[in-house]
């Protein structure tokens, strides 16, 4: 690590990105990470998900190394290998979901790692109270220091988490999505915490997805877009026009292809789907040869309601009808079999059973029907699984390889194999293409455009809005648990869309 | 767990902190109240069993090896570890300390202890070398060396053994002697446990073993030295029962290749009856140590209340269990508060 003693005038940057570089194998997550933070200041980095915005967060927390570029800390030239580093350098980061030791006490959490010792090395715990309690009253928040953190509500874990960069006196605070679980008034007491810390002359980096909120708090404010540094405007000088266009900015239509399809009658009915604190009063339908895509933040909902659809999670109120018959409250293997089929989000977890071979995993949905007489035998599973490896053009070495060798793209067309062999009329995929390859992707788009062809009704859930976009014939919009939009492919826009899904929570109810 | 010494907190929260605290205090008066139990009933049965001078004696004396391996223990599943190796580390120590006497007639007792703890400490990290670096569950890791440990032993030992007339008179007198009516074993013991507790309780890197064990992730992101803490975890347990293999020889006399075999078993059960959670975090080392003390006292106890040989292990493993339930209890009614005390805080 070289240092360059620059003199530090108020000029220089707090922090200052540049260029940046990180891949992981052959997927570039960032690749040109560009992004300047002054003291003072509060930035906020927006721009869709998988834009690059967390790759460049663990970069400056040290969790990565970059590949390439530049990386200054008040003019000097750094390279963190660990996160204590980053931390002694007086960056403090916030993470989306709150890190803490859930069996110690909040106080120790403030501390760990540096608490105030006597000449002896003895933890002064009067001393560490002491300063709890000075920052919990600066803050002005009421969380009793001597509590265990377990069981605290997100909020209180954040203002804990920012107790600690304030113990740290840390320069440099990065808030990642720190507003996503919050009600109005934590986001209220949160938004006064950082402006205080701004007025103190700290530089501040804010991530958020509600335009309300960063145009609320920041000062400046940057966009990426695939990886890359878009453009860095002043608050004053732009508009929530500008940033979605910029945010989004790209030909949607040229990119994945969407057969026209023959639409059917309905297939899927769901009216005032309700679980309390998760989504509330949702319908919809989707009719045969249809894609509807579901479109939304993270942490909208649209994955609980599918997995309620699908009788993993409970409800409270409403119903699902399939082909006109009422489907029981919780039960998959009746889902199953009146033939609804869920790709879900995660698929190395939920989808696949990773050490098993491919054939395994494609006829595990199946494997009932190729019992016979109680045996099953490798025979009919390769007999099975050998029609649809064939039919999505799995790559893979043999049938009886491995699933976790495949690559992500490989993977899906397997979980999709999966669903498929059970010959559903409806299919629900989360997230389909996340973390797979461009090639590997329109792949799986134009095998989804073709089943709604042959007459299946899908509903798609994605977070990438030019796939929701390209793909679907109809797009419904989750925010915070309530549907807040319906739009035909023709009255689907980016900005539209995003609007539904960002827009202030006020005009939600 | 939390601060005592703090200062009168605000009227609201500290009624959370009191009901908390009082949680923690009630898991470990209640081993207490049970060792007592156990102590009484047996002496009410037989008074010798703590009215004469070699009741009291081994009491005391009993459970002080277990002790040791128990803290060990303790500190390793405080991390979210577990160290299985520790009855193999111990028999092949204590079979060292024969040797060494026999093989270097005159050597000095003191460089005997170092060399079994020096020995029992790089056992203990090969553990968490492996543990730590190959990112392999412990619980496979020592599970391995638990077996090569004593497959060396017997390679080592093959049919011998050390007998009492090897080891020296002054050496022997350790594992039998007393000061005013304490045996030095248990001293031995007390005072390594007292150290440990400290350093576990007032030093940052004894916090950080709670820290690491209570989310190894956020240990991770805090920048917290995970690799360095695990390490030395396995390093001290390894270097307890190289303790405990030494005292082992002093007290027994008779080593064979089959010493302290089922030990680690025994310190698992002491640290969790003692409330050290398996999952990591909570306990302390003073728990653990009753356990070890329960645990032991409760296997003399039960022939003198005309238990069965055969039912007394059933007995200890009842009494495993019981402290799991009884600490999900604790726990379950403890984040019921919780959720209670933030709800009326909305």
């Given amino acids: ?509 | 767990m939390t601060a005592t010494a703090a200062p009168p907190a605000k009227p609201a929260p500290s009624a959370a902190t009191r009901a908390v605290s009082n949680l923690f205090k009630a898991r470990e008066t209640g081993i207490v109240i049970a060792l007592l139990a156990v102590i009484v009933v047996a002496t009410i049965v037989n008074p010798n069993f703590l009215f004469s001078a070699d009741g009291f004696r081994d009491l005391l004396l009993t459970p002080s090896l277990l002790l040791l391996v128990a803290v060990g223990q303790a500190i390793v599943i405080i991390t979210r570890n577990v160290d299985l190796s520790v009855g193999s580390v111990l028999g092949l120590t204590a079979y060292l300390t024969g040797r060494l006497f026999i093989d270097l007639p005159g050597i000095p007792i003191i460089v005997v202890f170092l060399a079994g703890i020096a020995f029992g400490a790089i056992l203990g990290l090969v553990n968490g070398a492996l543990v730590a670096f190959a990112k392999v569950p412990a619980l496979v890791i020592t599970l391995g060396t638990l077996y090569i440990y004593r497959g060396v032993n017997v390679a080592w030992t093959g049919s011998d053994r050390i007998n009492a007339s090897d080891l020296p008179a002054d050496f022997r007198g350790l594992g039998t002697g007393q000061i005013l009516y304490i045996p030095i074993l248990t001293i031995i013991a007390v005072a390594v446990l007292v150290v440990a507790a400290w350093v576990l309780r007032n030093l940052r890197s004894g916090r950080e073993f709670y820290a690491i064990g209570s989310d190894p992730s956020a240990a991770h992101l805090y920048g917290l030295p995970v690799t360095r803490r695990i390490l030395a975890a396995f390093l001290v347990s390894g270097a307890l029962a190289g303790l405990a293999g030494v005292l082992y020889a002093a007290r027994y006399g008779t080593v064979s290749s089959q010493a302290g075999t089922g030990w680690e078993l025994q310190a698992i059960g002491a640290a969790v009856i003692g409330g050290v959670a398996i999952s990591g975090g909570v306990g302390t080392l003073w728990g653990a140590a009753i356990g070890a003390y329960l645990l032991l006292t409760i296997n003399r106890a039960l022939p003198i209340l005309g238990i069965q040989d055969f039912w007394q292990r059933a007995v200890v493993g009842a009494l495993i269990i019981g402290a799991i339930v009884l600490d999900r209890v604790l726990a379950l009614r403890q984040s019921r508060k919780l959720l209670e005390i933030r709800e009326e805080g909305r």
């Fill in chain 1, 1 to 509: 690590m070289t240092v360059d003693q620059v003199p530090t005038t108020p000029a220089t940057p707090a922090l200052e990105l540049s260029k940046v570089v990180k891949s992981f194998g052959a997927v570039v997550a960032l690749r040109s990470g560009t992004i300047t933070l002054h003291e003072g200041s509060i930035h906020a980095l927006i721009g869709e998900n998988g834009a690059g915005k967390s790759t460049l967060v663990k970069i400056i927390a040290g969790l990565y190394r970059r590949d390439a570029g530049t990386f200054r800390l008040r003019g000097e030239e750094v390279d963190f290998h660990t996160t204590a580093q980053s931390k002694a350098a007086g960056i403090a980061v916030i993470y989306q979901e709150p890190t803490l030791f859930p069996d110690l006490s909040v106080t120790e959490n403030i501390f760990m790692g540096r608490q105030p010792t006597n000449r002896f090395g003895r933890i002064d715990r009067k001393a560490m109270r002491t300063e709890a309690d000075e920052i919990f009253a600066r803050l002005g928040v009421s969380i009793d220091p001597d509590r265990i953190t377990e069981g605290l509500s997100i909020a209180d874990q954040q203002i804990i988490e920012i107790a600690k960069a304030i113990s740290l006196d840390a320069r440099v605070l990065i808030m990642d999505e720190p507003t996503a679980a919050l009600s109005g008034v934590e986001v209220e007491r949160l938004f006064a915490v950082a402006r205080s810390l701004r007025d103190e002359g700290r530089a501040l980096m804010f991530i958020s997805h509600r335009f309300d909120e960063v145009f609320a708090l920041c000062d400046t404010v940057t966009v990426m877009r695939d990886g890359s540094y878009i453009a860095t405007e002043p608050i004053a000088e732009t508009s929530v026009d500008e940033l979605v266009r910029q945010m989004v900015g790209r030909d949607v239509a040229e990119l994945f292809p969407k057969l026209p399809a023959e639409i059917g009658d309905d297939v899927l009915v769901v009216e005032g789907l309700t679980r309390t604190g998760v989504f509330h009063d949702i319908s919809f339908t989707v009719r045969a040869g249809e894609i509807v895509g579901l479109a939304g933040l993270v942490g909208a909902g649209r994955s609980e309601v599918a997995r309620a659809i699908f009788g993993v999670d409970p409800y409270e109120s409403g119903s699902v009808r399939l082909g006109g018959q009422a489907l029981p409250k919780g039960n998959p293997r009746v889902a199953m079999a009146r033939g609804l089929a869920l790709v879900p989000e995660d698929r190395r977890k939920q989808g696949l059973v990773l050490d098993e071979s491919v054939s395994r995993n494609v006829t595990l949905a199946i494997r009932n029907s190729l019992t016979k007489g109680g045996l099953l035998t490798n025979r009919a599973e390769n007999a099975a699984a050998a029609v649809w490896a064939s039919r999505l053009e799995v790559k893979t070495a043999a049938l009886d390889a491995e699933t976790g060798t495949l690559s992500g793209g490989n993977q899906q067309k397997v979980v999709l194999g999966k669903w498929l062999a059970t010959e559903p009329k409806v299919l629900i995929v989360d997230e389909p293409t996340r973390g797979i390859d461009v090639g590997t992707k329109s792949e799986v788009h134009r095998l989804l455009s073709e089943l709604a062809q042959q007459g299946l009704a899908i509903l798609m859930i994605s977070s990438e809005l030019p796939e929701v976009l390209g793909m679907a014939d109809r797009v419904l919009v989750m925010r915070e648990g309530w549907l807040t939009g319906e739009f035909p492919r023709s009255e689907a826009t980016p900005e539209t869309v995003m609007f539904a899904a960002t827009a202030e929570k006020e005009d939600a109810k």
